[in-house]
Structure formats: structure tokens, C-alpha cells
């Protein structure tokens, strides 16, 4: 085991040994794309802190050839080789012992001779597969670091903390491009057919945060216009061949983005080029290494006349938060993984800032609500969650805290902090924050610090309460004094039900953005600090009250009965604004399934949104409606019919009005999605005519005409064939999925549809299909993310994972989380406390270290769905039988 170091009261990190710490990396290596293996020689300019004969590294799955040692301070003329060499699996770590001391103070050079393996495994140095295009499999070479693979590639210092300067060169064969995180410079041949590129020195970084590519790479071109400081940066994005321009859209958000940030931020951006490359086999979704940020190719790459407004939007973020990166993470890095959140709560927050500045018809804001807080308060009411800062002691528990938690619930916490004390308090923080510790390691008080100075309001006082504690509250209204006065009072909210008292003992700073009828969107400022408080309201002409306004803080809010009733009126008038409508929606559904209130009263509250129009809002709503389907998926039959044509009561009308074909030719895509999500709401209903339509028009696409579908309604479309279709249905969408000529959002998206069947066979052909060569490692959950849905195909899609189980462990032994997304896809649509325990015994006898979180919150979920369905199994049998 590695030197522990305690760093605070509650927290004991695995940490190298700090006798001797890395200056400099002079790194080269020469891989094999044929044979798939690569050697390396590594030269680190090291500084002896301590009196010492070993040297202590990170090192994994590498074979360590030789070591040696130079310094002044040796007074040898020879180096000083290694007497032994140990590596530690568990650990992974080399241990170099040596005959002779180095002092303390001195400066010395280790040299070190390796070779690793182009694994398959999407981690650390990796190899990746594409198809060029005479139909040839090609493999490139390519990185992935974070958090813990650098130490894959060459032995190093692989924590945030051990930043250090790096000159990489890579020996290639003739022909390949050769990218590293700098500008190149030098490119020598060196015989028998290879070449030397040579990279200039990268600023003080983090081991994480380098990366290399080589492979066949095309690539489009763009500059910045200097305006900042009188450099354009030149930003490329390379692809496979014949891809290029795919990557057209992504390369203009870049160029924009990075000039945005760079005035936001206040400081240039710092490297001289700015490279962007799809890689086809990546486990995340982006990374963002500083100067060659790596993606999925679905997350960088655009066909203009066929991908999707949703996918299309999702590139534009995506590349707006790995740009944030380049500063936030990057430049200022944080200091340990418990600190994860600094890194990618604010690239969360910024990155769909960043959007919004560019794109403002996308509204993202709005989508924020739905994809992102929401998201974060259904992940943090399990008792299983954890707190934003969270403790990470050893390696092999950071991955599981790349969560919704860290991103989600961070970015929230970033909005309502910002929307507090004004963007410009906030921004003029954040530049403080990073002209002090660029090019260091930075802590979440020393964000706040600099905060608090800005907006001249102890940030900390509050803030800390939001990201060291688990949890969120739930905000209990009571009227007094005849409705002139309320009562607010804050509890832990669980969607398991009340929290006991050992559980609810934090008191959160909660803003409480008091609104009324008469306020005219001058919400109070209100904060409740307090278990309970009462507050003045002015009831003069008011017919509602609202708390949360514009849905900017991280709480639910429980309503007395007549108020309910008083703000559905309020929406049926169209008198709350979008976001509002989306928080108490979100909140009534969210208080029916925790047993704060009845499922009941959440579908009387659904009539009051008839005659919605926003996409954003509807999207909610399915979201909430999809969850009550599933819970209720193995009732009687009567009661998922009575569900089901409530959805269509829904839906039905909204297709009508859309109709399956844009009138407008400048429709906007928000409206182009609300058409698709209806389409699929009501297909799934059972709405006959709009199942007919659906395959009527899919019979035209696959006969050759392909307007009959939008970028949009494709995958609606798909989804309604399958689901009600049959084997013909299911080939044609498998043949589209297998299709490389089409694009890559379209070929998921009908991947992603195929797990709609209600055969119970073709669910069997699918599930062995997913684990064929037919789907990228990265894609399995996409061909089974949909089996859960037909309640009476969850036992197959479990079974199936506990066959699998060893041939996944294997398959995914480097990177852990996916399998606990394979078993959240698995698992955590069950019903019943028995199935819960089925699964604990399963896993009992497994080791799960690296997932074991996302199982605990499975569980949970099952646990919780079961007593919400226990308990309003009856309330909503008598809501159907009334509302008939």
C-alpha cells in the first residue's frame, strides 16, 4: 500500500510517497498500429525532498525494462541503475530501489525504459477501430487519462497535485498524423520508413489532462481573431478520412466559444493551437485534455441535412464544456478528486452559458431545468447519494462519483449561487480565482474566498452547507393569519418518504424567490436559514403565490391544498413562466412518489397543463408520466390501459395540432422535438391512427422515401414500429443501425430502439447482438436501454446480465463504471423488496468495489418505487374510477 497522508478529519487519501516529487517529463514513444503494442523511454527531471534510495510511481500493466538514476549530487560517471524493480498490481505502483542515497535539496534525472499493449479497453494508451473507405479496418491510437489511466501509458506521478512540464515525441510510421497537446516542433525522418515528431513543452499540468493521437487524420481548419491578445489560435478538427467536414458546426461553436471564454474569464486562452478529434471507440463522452480534446464522434460530429436539432445541440455543449475546461480544470486544477466538482459542476454551469451566448433560440436554460437539475435532485433524495465534496481516499472510488451529483447538482449549485449575488459579482470572482492559482491546484474555499471578496456576501457561510452535505430540503408551506402570512419550514426530503431525525439535521440556506399574481416578476428575496420561519404576503389581489421562482434553487416545495388548486388555475391561464411551470410540475410528481402527497393529486394537477405549448415543459411531463408507466408496468392490464389513455388524452391532441410535417420551412427545433416526443408519447399510448401513420410512413422511408421523417421524428418513429410491430420492423431498424452511411446520432438512435419489442424472442436476438462486434464496447447500453420499458422483458434483460457477468467484468475491467451502468439499466426498473434481495445475494459474493454505489442506489430505487406503489395502488384505481 501506498504512504497515506491524512488531509482533513474525515478523509485519508491513498497517496505516492512525496520523498520525491516530478519536475519535468521528456516522454517518447513508438507504437506499433499493426501489432498493437508500443515501447516507451521516459526521462523525469526529479526533486529530492527527502534523504532517499527508492522511488515510488504510478505504473499499470506496464513491463518496466530498466531504471537508472543521474545527478550531480551522485558524483558518479555512470547512471545508477535500479537494484530492483517491484511493481504493485493492487497499487499500481513501481518501486525502484537504488545502492545509493540521494540528498535532500538535490535535483536528479530517472530514466526508465518501458512497453505496454494498444489495449481495447478505451483507457490509458488504447487503440481504436474505423472503417476507411475502401471498407478496411484501420486502427489509431489514442489516449484516455482521467482520472487514473496516465499511469497506463508511462510510469509518472498520476495525481492532480504532481503537475509538471512535458515534451512528447512520438516515432510513427511515414504517413500517419501524430497530435499531442502542443504545437509541433520538429519532424525528422528516422528510417525504415518512420518518422519523429517532436512537440514543443507544455505549460505546469496535471498527468491527467496529456494526450497523444496517431492515426490517418483529415481535418478542416479555423482562427480565432485575436482579438484578445493579438494571437489567432488556429482550432482544427480531425476525423477519420472523409469526415472532416462533418465536423463543420463543432469547429465554428469553438471558435466562438473560446473567444467568449476568453472574455469572460478575463485570461487568453492558453496554448498556442486548439485541436478537436473524433475518436470511434470512447468510453465518455469528450475529454478534455488541454489543446486536444477527444471525442465521441456523436458528441463532435454534425451532418447538417440529417442529424438530429437534439443531437446537433448536444455537440454544441459538449464542445462549450471542454472548452470551460481549458481554464476551469486545466489551468486551475483541483487539488484532489473529492474536488472533482470544481472541475465539472462549473464546466456544467458555464459550458451551457457558453450555448445560450451563442445559440439563444435553444433556450438551454430551460432544458437545464429538466436535463440537469432535475436529474441531480432525483439522484440526490437517495439515502445512497453523496455529498457534491465528497471524500475519495483510493483510485478506485473516483470513478463512481462522475455522477450527476458532481456534474448536475455542482452546475445547479453554480446557477443559484450566481443568480444570487449577480454574474457580474460572480464572473468578477471567478477571474480573481484564476489569475491567483493558474498553473496550480486549487480548493472549493478558495473558490468561495475569492467569491465572497468579489460580492462583498460570506459565499462560503452558505455555500458549504450545499456542497459538503448529502442532501437537499423539502420546503413545507403553511398559511396563516387567513393567507396573510406563510410559514415555511425545511426538512431533508428522501424519496423513500420522511427523513428521520438522526438524517434531517442540516439547516440549508434556502432563497425562497417568493412570487405572486401582483409581484409582476419581482420575486421576494427571502432566505430561510431557519428550521421554520414566517413571512409577510401580500394577499391584496392575489389569486397565487409561488416559491422557487424561474426554479433556481435545489429544494421541493409542498403546498397547502387550496394553493395547489390556486396555481393550476394560474398555469391553465397561462400566467406562470416556463421555468416555474417546470419546477412545480417536477415537484408534484416528485411529492407523489415520496409519499409527501397523492399520486392522485399529481394527475388532477396534470389537467391544468391542456394546453401547454413549450417543448421543455412537455418533455417533463413525459419524463414523470414514463416513471408512473413504469411502476406501474406489472398491474393489472386495466389499470396500464386506464395510464395509457390518459397519455393519449395528452398526446393525441398535440399531434393533431403539430401534425407529422412542419407547415413552417423556419421552424425552430425546439418545436421540431415537441412534435417528435408527442408522436412517441402517443404511438406508445396506443393512439391507433397515429400508430398507423407511423407505419405507414416507415414503409414509405425504407421504400426509398426518405422525407417522410424529420432529423427528428426518425427515432419516434422507429421507436412506435418496433414497439408495435413485429420481426420485419425490428430488420429494418437493425439494418439502418448497421448502415455506416448513415449518420451517427440516426444510427444510435435506431440502436437505442430496437430494446422497444415486446417479443420475447427478438428481446433474446438483441441481447446477443449487443455483445457482438456489430456494437462498439461504448454502445452496449444504447441496444438495451429500452428492454425495461415492456415490464414483462425485465427479467430477461437481468438474466441476461448475470449470464454476461464475467464476459462484462472482463470486457470492462478498466473502466468499472460502465458496468454500473449496465447494471442501473438492468436492475433498477424492479418492483418488489423481494427482487431488491435477489439482487443483494447476487452481488454478495462479487466484487463491485468500483460500482458498488450506483447498486446501492438501484436498490434503493426499487425499494422506494415499491412503497410508493404499494401505497397509492388504491388511490389511483379511484382516481381512474371517477375521472372515467
Known amino acids: 500500500m501506498c504512504t497515506s497522508a491524512v488531509h482533513s478529519a474525515t478523509e485519508e487519501r491513498e497517496l505516492l510517497p512525496t520523498n520525491v516529487t516530478p519536475v519535468h517529463y521528456d516522454l517518447l514513444l513508438s507504437p506499433d498500429l499493426d501489432a498493437l503494442t508500443y515501447t516507451g523511454e521516459v526521462k523525469i527531471r526529479i526533486r529530492i525532498n527527502e534523504l532517499t534510495d527508492k522511488v515510488v510511481l504510478h505504473a499499470n500493466e506496464l513491463e518496466i525494462k530498466e531504471a537508472s538514476l543521474t545527478s550531480n549530487a551522485l ?53 481504436s477501430k474505423y472503417t476507411d473507405a475502401q471498407g478496411n479496418t484501420k486502427n489509431m491510437a489514442t489516449t484516455q487519462f482521467e482520472p487514473t489511466d496516465a499511469r497506463r501509458a508511462f510510469p509518472c506521478w498520476d495525481e492532480p497535485m504532481q503537475k509538471a512540464t512535458f515534451t512528447v515525441t512520438l516515432r510513427v510510421r511515414d504517413g500517419l498524423t501524430a497530435l499531442s497537446n502542443m504545437d509541433v516542433a520538429s519532424s525528422k525522418s528516422v528510417g525504415d520508413g518512420l518518422k519523429e515528431v517532436s512537440f514543443n ?57 473560446l473567444e467568449y471564454f476568453a472574455d469572460v474569464f478575463g485570461i487568453e486562452y492558453p496554448l498556442p493551437k486548439l485541436d478537436q478529434v473524433a475518436i470511434n471507440d470512447f468510453e465518455a463522452g469528450a475529454m478534455e485534455n488541454w489543446g486536444l480534446i477527444t471525442y465521441r464522434e456523436v458528441a463532435l460530429l454534425v451532418d447538417e441535412a440529417s442529424t438530429s436539432s437534439r443531437a446537433k445541440q448536444q455537440v454544441a455543449y459538449v464542445v462549450s464544456h471542454e472548452l470551460a475546461h481549458q481554464w476551469f480544470g486545466n489551468l486551475v486544477t483541483m487539488e484532489w478528486w473529492s474536488e472533482l466538482w470544481l472541475n465539472e459542476g462549473f464546466a456544467t454551469w458555464v459550458g451551457t452559458l457558453a450555448v445560450d451566448h451563442v445559440f439563444p433560440e435553444y433556450h438551454i436554460w430551460t432544458q437545464f431545468l429538466v436535463d440537469d437539475l432535475q436529474r441531480a435532485l432525483a439522484l440526490d433524495a437517495l439515502r445512497s447519494s453523496h455529498p457534491i465534496q465528497v471524500p475519495v481516499r483510493r483510485s478506485s472510488e473516483i470513478s463512481q462519483i462522475f455522477d450527476a451529483i458532481s456534474y448536475s447538482k455542482g452546475g445547479s449549485a453554480i446557477r443559484m449561487l450566481s443568480s444570487y449575488i449577480g454574474l457580474d459579482s460572480f464572473f468578477k470572482g471567478v477571474r480573481a480565482y ?88 419581482q420575486p421576494s428575496t427571502n432566505v430561510l436559514t431557519t428550521r ?41 391561464d397561462g400566467e406562470l413562466g416556463t421555468n416555474d411551470r417546470i419546477g412545480v410540475i417536477a415537484d408534484a410528481a416528485s411529492l407523489a412518489s415520496s409519499g409527501h402527497s397523492n399520486t392522485s393529486d399529481f394527475l388532477t394537477f396534470l389537467r391544468a397543463f391542456s394546453n401547454e405549448t413549450e417543448f421543455v415543459v412537455w418533455q417533463e411531463i413525459v419524463l414523470r408520466l ?9 398491474e393489472d392490464s386495466d389499470v396500464r390501459e386506464q395510464l395509457r389513455a390518459l397519455s393519449r388524452t395528452l398526446f393525441s391532441p398535440l399531434v393533431k395540432r403539430l401534425s407529422w410535417d412542419a407547415t413552417d420551412a423556419n421552424e425552430d427545433s425546439l418545436a ?64 439502418y443501425y448497421l448502415d455506416s452511411a448513415n449518420p451517427v446520432d440516426q444510427q444510435l438512435a435506431a440502436l437505442s430502439s430496437l430494446g422497444f419489442t415486446t417479443d420475447p424472442t427478438l428481446v433474446d436476438e438483441l441481447l ?13 447500453h444504447q441496444a438495451i436501454v429500452a428492454i425495461n420499458t415492456h415490464g414483462a422483458n425485465r427479467e430477461r434483460l437481468w438474466q441476461w446480465y448475470q449470464d454476461k457477468y464475467d464476459l462484462l467484468v472482463g470486457r470492462y475491467r478498466a473502466s468499472m463504471n460502465y458496468m454500473g451502468i449496465l447494471v442501473r439499466l438492468s436492475i433498477a426498473d424492479f418492483i418488489g423488496n423481494n427482487k431488491a434481495e435477489e439482487v443483494e445475494r447476487y452481488f454478495a459474493d462479487k466484487n463491485t468495489a468500483k460500482f458498488q454505489r450506483v447498486i446501492d442506489q438501484s436498490l434503493e430505487k426499487i425499494r422506494s418505487n415499491t412503497v410508493w406503489l404499494n401505497k397509492d395502488r388504491e388511490d389511483v384505481k379511484g382516481w381512474f374510477a371517477d375521472n372515467h
Open 75 to 127: 558524483r558518479l560517471d555512470a547512471p545508477l541503475n535500479a537494484t530492483s524493480i517491484t511493481l504493485e498490481k493492487d497499487d499500481e505502483t513501481a518501486h525502484l530501489a537504488f545502492a545509493q542515497s540521494l540528498p535532500a535539496g538535490a535535483d536528479a534525472t530517472l530514466a526508465i525504459k518501458f512497453s505496454g499493449i494498444l489495449n481495447d479497453l478505451m483507457v490509458g494508451f488504447y487503440r
Open 201 to 257: 513543452t507544455t505549460p505546469i499540468m496535471s498527468t491527467y489532462l496529456l494526450a497523444f493521437v496517431i492515426g490517418e487524420l483529415d481535418y478542416i481548419e479555423a482562427y480565432t481573431s485575436g482579438a484578445h491578445n493579438g494571437r489567432p489560435i488556429p482550432c482544427r478538427i480531425y476525423t477519420a478520412p472523409g469526415k472532416s467536414e462533418k465536423g463543420r458546426f463543432a469547429l465554428n461553436v469553438a471558435v466562438q466559444v
Open 434 to 521: 484564476l489569475r491567483k492559482h493558474k498553473y496550480a491546484n486549487a480548493s472549493t474555499e478558495n473558490l468561495w474566498s475569492a467569491l465572497s471578496e468579489a460580492s462583498g456576501v460570506d459565499v462560503s457561510q452558505f455555500m458549504a452547507l450545499w456542497t459538503r452535505t448529502i442532501g437537499y430540503p423539502i420546503v413545507t408551506v403553511t398559511e396563516l393569519d387567513g393567507g396573510k402570512q406563510i410559514q415555511v419550514r425545511q426538512n431533508r426530503y428522501l424519496s423513500a418518504g420522511n427523513a428521520d431525525e438522526s438524517e434531517d439535521q442540516t439547516l440549508w440556506w434556502v432563497p425562497l424567490g417568493i412570487e405572486t399574481a401582483q409581484s409582476k416578476g
Open 532 to 572: 421554520e420561519a414566517t413571512f409577510d404576503l401580500d394577499t391584496v389581489g392575489n389569486k397565487w403565490y409561488k416559491l422557487n421562482t424561474d426554479t433556481v434553487g435545489i429544494y421541493r416545495v409542498k403546498y397547502p391544498v387550496g394553493a395547489v388548486a390556486n396555481l393550476a388555475q394560474a398555469i391553465a
Open 626 to 634: 414514463d416513471t408512473l408507466h413504469s411502476v406501474w408496468a406489472t
Open 672 to 735: 421540431s422535438r415537441l412534435r417528435a416526443l408527442a408522436i412517441r408519447a402517443a404511438g406508445f399510448a396506443g393512439d391507433q391512427e397515429v400508430v398507423n401513420e407511423a407505419i405507414r410512413r416507415f414503409g414509405a422511408f425504407f421504400g426509398g422515401d426518405k422525407s417522410v421523417f424529420n432529423t427528428d421524428t426518425l427515432r419516434s418513429a422507429f421507436s412506435v414500429a418496433v414497439r408495435t410491430g413485429g420481426r420485419d420492423e425490428f430488420e429494418k431498424v437493425k439494418s
Open 768 to 780: 446477443e447482438f449487443a455483445l457482438t462486434d456489430k456494437v462498439r464496447n461504448q454502445d452496449v
